[in-house]
């Protein structure tokens, strides 16, 4: 990697850290805002989402960031390998939970918030943290990144500041005992977003995963990982397993065309 491409790629890494940043910031904001004027009425999505379409359309004017879909590839296939490499990455990182006893519950702002709020905020901020994670990792840096270096050197570092992100949001420990878990399905969306050559597949998986898993931990949570049973362990192995050969055979001639 010579200079200008090492300049090149860490003023678009920090621009990406700063975007992000900033558009966390002013919806974490919004949310404390409301919160604490007027926590029965909820208006903190109106200004998140103003924020992040607004943002993100002048992104895509500007750098192209890749918000289309090429004419010439087959997508009802690159979808069904982003719900399978989702399915595959949320496998590996829920056993990685089995040995870290990680326990999913639901996200609320606040045990003073009323529970109109708090449902707002579980479902809402998963799916707005998933979008604009796939917009600052996967649109602004990756875009630039696969430009300029070849998949695996991009699929790492991309995943690798993606995941330290969460580093404001989960605590130290946290982050260490899931790191492969985060890490690995993180990466199947920075490599759907290269296999697809767009961000609209990785942006939508991404953004279902965590309105699923919202759902999930407030209807069903908290849930313990390490309870698990062996049958439940097993099964949860083998699904992995599947998927990842599923995606191999149905992603293989996409691979190999973009390679050439």
Excluded at 32 to 45: E, G, I, K, T, Y
Excluded at 76 to 102: M, P, Q
Aim: aromatic letters at 16%; a positive charge; proline letters at 4%.
């Amino acid at each position: 990697m010579n200079k200008q491409i090492f300049r090149s790629l860490s003023k678009t890494t920090l621009l990406s850290i700063i975007f992000f940043s900033a558009v966390m910031g002013i919806a974490m904001t919004s949310v404390a805002l409301n919160a604490r004027w007027s926590p029965n009425f909820v208006w903190f999505p109106i200004i998140a989402i103003g924020l992040l379409c607004g943002t993100t359309y002048w992104l895509e004017k500007r750098w192209d960031i890749g918000l289309s879909h090429a004419p010439d590839l087959p997508w009802v296939r690159i979808y069904a390998i982003g719900i399978i490499l989702t399915l595959c990455g949320a496998c590996f990182s829920a056993v990685n939970g089995v040995f870290s006893e990680k326990v999913r519950s639901a996200s609320v702002f606040s045990s003073d918030a009323s529970i109109l709020f708090n449902v707002f905020y579980a479902f809402f901020m998963p799916v707005f943290a998933a979008i604009l994670a796939e917009v600052t990792f996967r649109g602004i840096l990756q875009s630039r990144m696969q430009k300029l270096l070849s998949l695996w050197p991009t699929l790492v570092i991309v995943t690798l500041i993606n995941l330290m992100a969460h580093f404001p949001y989960n605590s130290l420990n946290e982050l260490i005992d899931n790191f492969l878990g985060i890490f690995f399905i993180l990466a199947t969306w920075t490599y759907l977003r290269w296999l697809s050559q767009s961000l609209w597949p990785p942006l939508i998986m991404h953004g279902l995963h965590n309105f699923i898993f919202a759902a999930v931990a407030w209807f069903g949570g908290p849930i313990p990982h390490a309870e698990f049973s062996s049958a439940t362990i097993t099964l949860i192995v083998f699904l992995g397993l599947a998927t990842l050969g599923l995606t191999i055979f149905l992603a293989k001639d996409l691979h190999q065309s973009l390679l050439e």
